[in-house]
């Protein structure tokens, strides 16, 4: 599929071995003119390098960023002093190729964690990246598929749209199959686009498309190490944004790519079968109707009953009453599929087969009525199988 590709930038991934399939494992995107920049991290408090080092140069350049230096198959986390001499040594070794600030690449890094880093394979990979680094869709599908680690293919989108009667592009790129759960980032995502916007516009419209997407998905309820979103703006349309309504139109732009890769990512969640929207309503606020839809999203014996396609509408109950928000139970309803199965907090009559038949379908949704509150909150979640239990019982070996 064609892509809405952003001008100003470059491409290019190779193989380092640094994977033990021997699979694409590098992955490069440059700004040959520079590129504005805002990111979000993990907010998990055990931090691989390549985040520490990331959160340095975007703070000592003031968001401004040449070049993005993604490897896969080794987190670089909890590896101590050497895992970030190892960061920095990188981004060293690439700005003298480049000729630029050090600070002006942003290193990150996915895969196990704990295992030493191996900083020859990725430097010795690193002139094979500025020689085949391109400007087309190949060079950028590339780069979704470099940094896949259990994902089972590649995470795009794009769209193109105008602002100030200029051709604007949003191009974003992402992995992630396992560790999601909010709040940000939950997996690695890149965002380009060639609109002209400064650091502090960019963070605004990262930090409310991020939360429109990527903080409204869970699938196993772990945060990872490496999380990092990353907004690259090029200015090359020379589109710029002038008024608060050209914010809000690029705004809904990343957005819609940021919804359309997080949905991707439920999909593509290790050992999913099934993909299931919460959509919580009569909350005594949106933080309670919140808690409930996480609880619901991370009870094992809830994703377990998806898994097999059970209407056991008996354990979304028993989770919603132990989330620890204040509910009347005989004030609990429960659709599934759109079909009653528990009205004031009893069994409601249904038809059991035909629940189990839409259970058994890719996608479905699950309402709870809470009460008469106005809090209201809608996840995108995922089953819990026995391949989810295959791929990470034996995932460092």
Known sequence: MSLHLPRGFLFASTTAGIKQSGNPDVAYVEAPAGATAAAMFTTNRVVAAPVTVGREHLRASRGRVRALLVNAGNANCATGPDGLAAARQSCEALASLLSCDTIGVIPC??????????????????????????????????????????????????????????????????????????????????????????????????????????????????????????????????????????????????????VSLAEQVVADGE????????????????????????????????????????????????????????????????????EKVCDRGAAFPFDAGAVHRRMSEPSYEIRVQVGRGDGVARILTSDLTAEYVRINADYST
């Not at 349309?237 to 809904?252: C, G, I, K, L, V």
């Not at 099934?274 to 109707?289: C, E, F, K, M, N």
Request: net charge positive.
């Open 109 to 258: 890094s996915t895969g196990v964690i704990g295992v030493p880093f191996p900083t020859p394979k990725l430097l010795a990979a690193l002139p094979r990246l500025l020689t085949d680094r391109r400007s087309d869709d190949s060079a950028a599908y590339s780069v979704a598929r470099a940094i896949m680690t259990t994902d089972t293919r590649m995470k795009t989108a794009s769209m193109s749209l105008s602002i100030g009667g200029r051709d604007v592009r949003v191009l974003a790129i992402a992995k992630g199959a396992g560790m999601i759960h909010p709040n940000m980032a939950t997996l690695l995502v890149y965002l380009f686009t060639d609109v002209k916007a400064t650091p502090s516009q960019l963070r605004r419209v990262l930090r409310r498309a991020v939360d429109a997407s990527f903080n409204q998905i869970s699938i196993d309820g772990d945060t990872s190490t490496n999380d990092t979103a990353l907004l690259l703006a090029s200015g090359a349309s020379e589109a710029s944004m002038q008024t608060p309504a050209d914010e809000t139109t690029f705004e809904r732009a990343v957005c819609d790519v940021c």
């Open 271 to 338: 050992g999913v079968k099934h993909t299931v929207t919460l959509q919580i309503d009569g909350a005594p606020s949106r933080a309670a109707a919140d808690r409930i839809a996480r609880t619901l999203a991370h009870s094992l014996l809830v994703k377990t009953a998806w898994a097999g396609a059970d209407p056991n509408w008996g354990r979304l109950l028993a989770a919603v009453g132990r989330s620890g928000v204040s509910v009347d139970p005989e004030a609990v309803a429960i659709w599934i599929g759109g």
